[in-house]
T-cell receptor, first 111, second 114 residues
Framework: SQQGEEDPQALSIQEGENATMNCSYK?????LQWYRQNSGRGLVHLIL?????REKHSGRLRVTLDTSKKSSSLLITASRAADTASYFC???????????FGTGTKLQVIP | DTEVTQTPKHLVMGMTNKKSLKCEQH?????MYWYKQKAKKPPELMFV???????INESVPSRFSPECPNSSLLNLHLHALQPEDSALYLC?????????????FGSGTQLSVL
């Protein structure tokens, strides 16, 4: 079962532009994480934000979390062609280490 | 060593075959996961082991049988699979914290069932 819905499903931007993707989830969470997946490969962890945090930065990444709206956003600034990948949010709902992934956003950055 | 190693990378099997997928990590992580991912879909959780004990089984059919022989190894035994079981199978590991920790993923096994 999936916890999160992401939008947009697909996003195409020019190199240098910013990319924003959104995640909504259904139940209360302990943390929300973002992962990147290059085609047919394993997922790479990007950033984790805990339920008592509202914003977090890591390099060109900015994540926000609004627990009242059960939503999060990932902003990638000054995008590069190498950022082309699928991006997934994932929620940790506590107990038994259950991590559930959202539907994903496929990002294409055009050089 | 921050790697999760999965073998084999590719596997083709018939519906009557028995095969196993293997996963190994040496980061001291005590939670290990199996996910199944169909093309253009998100990973779906199958099993979670915490401290070498099965803690989550997401109603996975019995033709998939997980095993955690020790804290570094995770296996997925496959028997009598169906063509719809063809997918990318991903292993992951993490530390165990009440508030959760990030997952480290292997590069997956691409399984084709004929």
């Amino acid at each position: 079962s999936q916890q999160g819905e992401e939008d947009p499903q697909a996003l195409s931007i020019q190199e240098g532009e910013n990319a924003t993707m959104n995640c909504s989830y259904k139940t209360s969470i302990n943390n929300l994480q973002w992962y990147r997946q290059n085609s047919g490969r394993g997922l790479v962890h990007l950033i984790l934000i805990r339920s008592n945090e509202r914003e977090k930065h890591s390099g060109r990444l900015r994540v926000t979390l609004d627990t009242s709206k059960k939503s999060s956003s990932l902003l990638i600034t000054a995008s590069r062609a190498a950022d082309t990948a699928s991006y997934f949010c994932a929620t940790f709902s506590g107990g038994y280490q259950k991590v559930t992934f959202g539907t994903g956003t496929k990002l294409q950055v055009i050089p | 060593d921050t790697e999760v190693t999965q073998t084999p990378k590719h596997l083709v099997m018939g519906m009557t075959n028995k095969k196993s997928l293997k996963c190994e990590q040496h980061m001291g992580h005590r939670a290990m996961y199996w996910y199944k991912q169909k093309a253009k879909k998100p990973p779906e959780l199958m099993f979670v082991y915490s401290y070498e004990k099965l803690s989550i089984n997401e109603s996975v059919p019995s033709r998939f049988s997980p095993e955690c022989p020790n804290s570094s190894l995770l296996n997925l035994h496959l028997h009598a699979l169906q063509p719809e079981d063809s997918a990318l199978y991903l292993c992951a590991s993490s530390q165990i914290r009440d508030r959760g920790e990030k997952l480290f993923f292997g590069s997956g096994t691409q399984l084709s069932v004929l």
